[in-house]
């Protein structure tokens, strides 16, 4: 089972870049890596999910180097409200079995 | 709104008794996950069920029982509750297997007292 480690927790001023990253060593050749944010009291939100490369959608980039051992999570001009936890996983299971396992998470926190 | 929708969003019931939380995966999606977190241990996956069978199990107690029924809804069923088994329990579903990336929903804050 691959597993990741990423900081307990990261601060950040309003407007700033935010670049979190995970390590995962033992990435298996057909793991996708993914991201999730969470609020208090509310369910994991799906941010982003890449194989290799960089990927970006319209919240988030996600850069993966070649050796996919480890992948950063950037999140562009941070506000208050992106305050949450962030989780970086690697698929666990194969065919339709699957149990992601959520580590501790980054916890980033955004002051003005 | 996710599209997967949890009920009830709030219980509270005694030690020893027995509940049942329900779980509407999103339209179409085959897969169900349940998951626990407790402020002392995150997020503990418990288990997963596609298409009305288990597919995957995680450190579920046995007092602990779940099943996905033919229209896909899941049900996890809790028995002799214990004070530790306050939590908050998450459903996920996904389209199936470990790539696919999981939606969830807002949960159910379970209090035992």
């Known amino acids: 089972l691959a597993k990741t480690t990423q900081p307990i927790s990261m601060d950040s001023y309003e407007g700033q870049e935010v670049n979190i990253t995970c390590s995962h060593n033992?990435?298996?050749?057909?793991?996708?890596i993914t991201w999730y944010q969470q609020f208090p009291s509310q369910g994991p939100r799906f941010i982003i999910q890449g194989y290799k490369t960089k990927v970006t959608n319209e919240v988030a980039s996600l850069f993966i180097p070649a050796d996919r051992k480890s992948s950063t999570l950037s999140l562009p001009r941070v506000s208050l409200s992106d305050t949450a936890v962030y989780y970086c996983?690697?698929?666990?299971?194969?065919?339709?079995?699957?149990?992601?396992?959520f580590g501790t998470g980054t916890r980033l926190q955004v002051t003005l | 709104d996710s599209g997967v929708t949890q009920t009830p969003k709030h219980l509270i019931t005694a030690t020893g008794q027995r509940v049942t939380l329900r779980c509407s995966p999103r339209s179409g999606d085959l897969s169900v996950y349940w998951y626990q977190q407790s402020l002392d241990q995150g997020l503990q996956f418990l288990i997963q069920?596609?298409?009305?069978?288990?597919?995957a199990k995680g450190n579920i107690l046995e007092r602990f029982s779940a099943q996905q029924f033919p229209d896909l809804h899941s049900e996890l069923n809790l028995s002799s509750l214990e004070l530790g088994d306050s939590a908050l329990y998450f459903c996920?579903?996904?389209?199936?297997?470990?790539?696919?990336?999981?939606?969830f929903g807002s949960g159910t804050r379970l209090t035992v007292v």
């Open positions: 996983l690697v698929g666990e299971g194969s065919g339709t079995a699957s149990k992601l396992t």
């Open positions: 996920a579903s996904s389209v199936g297997g470990p790539n696919y990336g999981y939606t």
């Open positions: 069920y596609y298409n009305g069978e288990e597919r």
């Open positions: 033992n990435i298996a050749t057909n793991d996708y």
